[in-house]
Nanobody, 115 residues
Framework: VQLVESGGGQVQPGGSLRLSCVASGFTFSLYAMSWVRQAPGKGLEWVGS????????YSIESVKGRFDISRDNARNTLYLQMNNLKIEDTAVYYC?????????RGPGTQVTVTS
């Protein structure tokens, strides 16, 4: 399993970022996928998941209406569109195989929201 995230950066509150995660080493379309994050000094937090065929997504309350998870199975790629970013969204974001925080994940991409 190899997962490589990209698209992080530094933005002001209210800004947007789109994260990508390219998967290899497994049949991407057969697995639900997740985004998890780790804020400075805190543990891993599940952000949301998407079903294998992209037909449904689930997320934590604090990002509903702001974050959107999608996937392109033809490109073995998972996405996280983040809008109206808040300072508390600052974290390293990881994509993870399966639902939850315990699956294999990539090296992560840093998202910093600061004024």
């Amino acid at each position: 399993v190899q997962l490589v995230e990209s698209g992080g950066g530094q933005v002001q509150p209210g800004g947007s970022l789109r994260l990508s995660c390219v998967a290899s080493g497994f049949t991407f379309s057969l697995y639900a996928m997740s985004w998890v994050r780790q804020a400075p000094g805190k543990g891993l937090e599940w952000v949301g998941s998407i079903l294998q065929d992209g037909s449904d997504t689930y997320s934590i309350e604090s990002v509903k209406g702001r974050f959107d998870i999608s996937r392109d199975n033809a490109r073995n790629t998972l996405y996280l569109q983040m809008n109206n970013l808040k300072i508390e969204d600052t974290a390293v974001y990881y994509c993870s195989q399966n639902v939850g925080t315990t699956g294999p994940r990539g090296p992560g991409t840093q998202v910093t929201v600061t004024s």
